[in-house]
């Protein structure tokens, strides 16, 4: 069974900090991964998508990585603010034709202190 | 969030009733999803489309049933809930350069 696990379940780091969040996946022949993020009480909020072929994407102050050998993915948040407390969520994608969807780690609750 | 609007947002119901859960999508997607997310298991797959009457189970997919009559709407139906179909239920479409986009949720409770 294809497995995503995300650590660590919960993190809490001052405003102004680079961090790093981490998923990882256990069979490489993913098609794609996915990073979203959840407000609470809210719904999912696509961050970056990278595709097997990449290595890495960026947007703004984030940037995601992806190494199918070792089955990891890293979502860097440089400079993090109070508005980044969230619950981030990786998410792979195993089938290139869209059948049995994402399949979804359990997710990291992060908090910023101000 | 690619044109998806659930419906009903939250609901409450009683345990034995019939519910139907909605997920509409204004852009033609091939590919629609139904997740249920859970405090401790994160989010799972329901059943999924990947067009007009053409579904398949997903994960967990036992005592729920779906319907995909026209391409922008992908219909939930709990037969007789029960009290372990409480839950956040998510809609998603997949998108032709493989990125998903989720729905707002339904927050449904069964007492």
């Known amino acids: 069974k294809q497995e995503v696990t995300q650590i660590p379940a919960a993190l809490s780091v001052p405003e102004g900090e680079n961090l790093v969040l981490n998923c990882s996946f256990t069979?490489?022949?993913?098609?794609?991964l996915q990073w979203f993020r959840q407000d609470p009480g809210k719904g999912l909020t696509s961050l970056l998508l990278?595709?097997?072929?990449?290595r890495e994407q960026t947007s703004g102050r984030l940037n995601a990585s992806l190494d199918k050998s070792s089955g990891r993915s890293t979502l860097y948040i440089a400079a993090s603010q109070p508005g980044d407390s969230a619950t981030y969520l990786c998410?792979?994608?195993?089938?290139?034709?869209?059948?049995?969807?994402?399949?979804f780690g359990k997710g990291t609750h992060l908090i910023i202190q101000p | 969030d690619a044109g998806i609007t659930q419906s009903p947002r939250h609901k409450v119901t009683e345990t034995g009733t019939p519910v139907t859960l909605r997920c509409h999508q204004t852009?033609?997607?091939?590919?629609m999803y139904w997740y249920r997310q859970d405090p401790g298991h994160g989010l799972r797959l329901i059943h999924y489309?990947?067009?007009?009457?053409?579904?398949d189970k997903g994960e967990v997919s036992d005592g729920y049933s779906v319907s995909r009559s026209k391409t922008e709407d992908f219909l939930l139906t709990l037969e007789s809930a029960t009290s372990s179909q409480t839950s956040v239920y998510f809609c998603?479409?997949?998108?032709?350069?493989?990125?998903?986009?989720f729905g707002q949720g339904t927050r449904l409770t069964v007492v």
């Open positions: 489309s990947y067009g007009v009457k053409d579904t």
């Open positions: 998410a792979a994608l195993y089938s290139g034709g869209g059948a049995d969807g994402l399949t």
């Open positions: 990278i595709q097997s072929s990449q």
């Open positions: 852009e033609n997607h091939r590919y």
């Open positions: 998603a479409i997949w998108t032709g350069n493989t990125e998903a986009f």
């Open positions: 069979d490489s022949a993913i098609y794609n």
